[in-house]
């Protein structure tokens, strides 16, 4: 009787323990890279009292969001050491720095290693790095502003191997600076480089050794590189400013290309796909939806958007479910719900982007989904808890997590996107980084 006793109290914690799953974050927008997160024991709601601040440490300017994995958190910062940030849309802001990769231990936010670099900045928009690490099999990839792609032992901090890519493949550096987030799949890492023929290059993941490139164009865009599978094969997708791009993984051959030009060289939002569909859209009213073959790799267009219709997203990029594509537009800066086959507008609210009552140009929140909801980041500093549906947006709470502490046409903005990982929150703005929990009582 007694032992009956203990293995059921065994198999009863065991499968409380199953209840709580743990993912962690190891890239931009998360583990399969689609802004899911799949942890189990979050909140449902946020009290009006806020929610629990863990820690915050300090940390120096940029865009690049955090990574978490395995009880660590991998972070890129710039140390302003000369020169005055100033916001300039159209000119390059030069300044004197160091571009710095940190490892923080994710329970207190405590120093656990720091590799940095001389890195003179001259871009728009010059805080500090863009593209959020990239941790794969023990190893850090960083990518940043000016092109240093780094990749370092996850552990210590050790540099493995580096890549510059405006001395190796004459790549120019963009004048929003270096931003396609590095894509890691088994034994090869994927990055948007530059440079005659070489906008797209691979390289093996644990020597850097280069194992292909391909693609040219008149500029090297912003847009991460993304994998989708369609016709039963792998497709990397590189989206440059002139046309997306469907690649064979392998070799860099080129499967299919379609125009699709935004405006200022500004393709930034990785395509999403849904079912047998691919959606992309940028500045300018320039958007489209296409349907990929499913015999053979190929992709037609469905529709293509314009100031009445579809959603035209920059700084985050869009969530599409059951039917309804979730995001932001760049233009007046409202969170919209659009019907995916048609491009019908169902409905827009700027109340999780700028807050404001008049159209603000980039509004931008991440959103991020959890079950049946949605967690969004909002350039204010708030994080909020809503509803997306077909019918509207229903904001069920907010905290607000710190300070914007950026600016973007004359408003204070943080525009860094989150990550989620031992049921907290790690966000960070131009001073702090800042671990919140959201684990439910």
Partial sequence: MRDSMILTTVISCLAATSLVRADDWPQWLGPQRDAVWRESGIVESIPESGLPVKWRVRVGGGYSGPAVVGGRVYLSDYELEEGTLINNPGGRNELGGKERIWCLDANDGSVIWKHEYDCPYRLSYASGPRATPTVQNGRVYVLGAMGNFTCLNADDGTVLWGRDFVQEFSAEVPVWGFCGHPLADGETVYCLVGGEGSIAVAFHAETGEEQWRALSAKETGYCPPTMITAAGKKQLLIWHPQAINSLNPKTGEVYWSLPLEPSYGMSIMAPRKSGDYLFASGIGDVGALMKLDRDKPGAAIVWRSNAKTGVHCANSTPIIEDGTIYGCECKS??????????????????????????????????????????????????????NLTREGYDERGRFHVLDPTNEAFGRPVVWSAPAFANRSLYVRNDKELVCVSLAAE
């Fill in 333 to 386: 800066g409202q969170l919209r719900g659009v019907d995916l086959l048609t491009a019908e507008r169902l409905w827009e609210t700027l109340k999780p982007t700028s807050g404001t009552k008049r159209p603000a140009s980039h509004g931008t929140a991440f959103l991020t989904r959890h079950d049946d909801r949605y967690f969004l980041f909002s350039e204010t500093g708030d994080l909020i808890l809503a």
